[in-house]
């Protein structure tokens, strides 16, 4: 469980690993609880990382924006960013410091919350296999692609290069954007719903265990990988 100031490694590694035999209710809808006076900073977690890195009590609240994305443009920030009554910012990476300050925050220099998540827990010894990130849906949008087209191209690539898993977002498995994998004899796991505390956590025990990333666009998976 995560606590202040530590996670047990193995207990979370145990737990998520059994997590993983039963995607439907990893990946279903769950309300957002968290403390935070603007909510949207403890997607997938976020905030609760932060908090635990830190050594903060889960109860208080962070007071600046917490980006949750990677951004590639110097300039972009979102609406809700934009809306939020929080009078300074995490940014990152350094060029988007002005992009806050423009905007009338204190731009504090900082890092996505992932590093933080993959700093709390001790990786996996040894990395199997390689590991296909698609770029994936969200609520607003829905990524169409020939999703029967990849599973098989992952196949082929699995017969000459070994193990290929696929890691689906939560959005696409309740859209059934995983049946064409699974059916194809493909293992698929999860990192769950971006509103689960352990998103993150989950996520970078995911990526501890292969030893390359496949994708079919950008995304900050890419960094993260």
Known sequence: MIETGRVDSAELAGRFTAEQSDLATLCAP????????????????????????????????????????????????????????????LAFPPYRVRTYARHGKLAI???SPFVYASRLLEPDAVRRGNLF?????????????????????LVEWQAGSGRVDVLIYWRDYQLGR???????????????????????LRQVHLLSQ???????????HVFYA
């Open 30 to 89: 769950r309300p957002l609880r968290t403390s935070e006076c603007w909510p949207e900073n403890d997607l997938y977690g976020a905030a609760t990382i932060l908090k635990t890195y830190a050594g903060v009590s889960q109860d208080r609240s962070i007071r600046a924006v917490v980006p949750h994305g990677v951004y590639y443009r110097r300039s972009s920030m979102t609406l809700s960013e934009k809306l939020a009554q929080l009078p300074a910012a």
């Open 109 to 111: 220099p900082s890092t």
């Open 133 to 153: 990130i698609p770029v994936h849906s969200t609520v607003v949008i829905t990524v169409e692609t020939d999703w029967e087209s990849i599973a098989s191209r």
């Open 178 to 200: 995983h049946r064409p994998f699974v059916d194809k004899g493909l293992r698929v796991v999860s990192a769950g719903h971006y509103n689960d505390p352990d998103f993150l």
């Open 210 to 220: 292969y030893e390359g990333v496949l994708t079919n666009g950008p995304g900050s």
